[in-house]
């Protein structure tokens, strides 16, 4: 049997294949159609401080490839989330990870103190890179100093694994990875979405109600596995893959371009069990090709 196992710093997981934040709900709406333990792990919707209502609709379109979001972030703050949804999410074998946002550096200090109080969380992912909300969101991954400030602070509440999700919509993303280790994150994910429009031609009105949202799937792969290289080159800590993943081949291209992890995004909203076909993909092709570990093949891109 391969060994599909990987690490994130001092986190091990299974298999490389996470459920990106806010595709997945909080894993229970997926627990019907298969067994949750058979993915590397999965990463929750954001939790914020306080309950938020989210962005007027319509919130999300198909694009060519795609879709554009804007959600802004609904969920019910993190005290009715220990209430509600950690009793299922405890419950899990695999890895859980808890993502993490605020409209100030202060709200993810306060969120993630809550949060420190339940055993079993596996890591937290902070997200610096929502485009969809005017409070925080982009602001803390466009800028490396604010970056550095929000994860040393937050580094200095916990012992947990950090981890901090990084916008594309940056000069140089590599620039951001560098601040948040150098301020103690353990991983970096990315690409969280590249910002976009669409408009219907005949009402002439943008087909969201906030006018600009966040691109996703099979549409960005390309600009996503550029950046994982390019952050994979510039840092030391692990980088996590993001973006438009339908297929075990498509995380493959992730893992061979560096990527220790991976995570499924809006495939899980065309087929929800998309993430579990990418595990059985990954121990398909190393079956086939005699690959006895997955993680030989981390950064195997062959170049010049
Ligand atoms: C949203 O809720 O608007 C999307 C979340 C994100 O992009 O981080």
């Given amino acids: 049997m391969t060994d599909l196992s990987t690490n994130i710093g001092r986190l091990r997981l299974d298999n490389p294949v996470l459920t990106a934040s806010g595709t997945f709900g909080y894993a229970e709406e997926f627990a019907d159609f298969y067994d949750l333990n058979r993915l590397g ?41 220990i209430a509600q949804k950690w009793p299922f999410l405890q419950q899990l074998k695999t890895a859980v990870i808890v993502n993490v946002a605020g ?23 902070l997200n610096y890179s929502c485009p969809n909300v005017k409070e925080g969101g982009l602001s803390f991954s466009s800028n490396a100093r604010i970056a550095e400030q ?75 596995l550029a950046k994982v290289y390019e952050l994979v080159k510039a840092l030391t800590i692990p980088v996590i893959g993001i973006g438009g993943i339908m297929t075990a081949e498509d995380a493959l291209e ?13 495939a899980n909203f065309m087929n929800p069990v998309a993430a579990l076909q990418v595990v059985e993909g990954l121990q398909r092709h190393c079956e086939e090709e005699n690959i006895l570990r997955l993680m030989e093949l981390r950064g195997a891109v062959q170049v010049g």
């Fill in 103 to 125: 409209k100030t550096p202060d709200d993810f200090v306060r969120a993630v103190e809550k949060l420190e109080v339940l055993q079993g969380i596996a890591a937290y992912e």
């Fill in 254 to 266: 992730f893992i061979l371009a560096g990527a220790a992890a991976v995570q499924i995004g809006t």
């Fill in 150 to 224: 929000v994860t040393a602070l937050v580094r200095a509440v916990t012992q947990r694994p950090l981890i901090t999700k990084l916008t594309p919509n940056v000069t140089s993303i590599s620039e951001i990875g560098r601040a948040c280790e150098g301020a103690g994150a353990d991983a970096v994910s990315a690409i969280n979405t590249l910002v976009g429009m669409a408009i219907d031609i005949h009402t002439r009105k943008p087909r969201i109600a906030s006018i600009t949202g966040g691109l996703s799937g099979p549409a960005i792969r390309p600009v996503a």
């Fill in 41 to 81: 792990g999965v990463v929750t919707k954001t939790v914020t401080l306080e309950p938020r209502p989210g962005n007027k609709p319509p919130r999300i379109c198909e694009t060519p490839a795609g879709m554009i979001n804007s959600i802004g972030l609904p969920n019910a703050g993190v005290e009715q989330f």
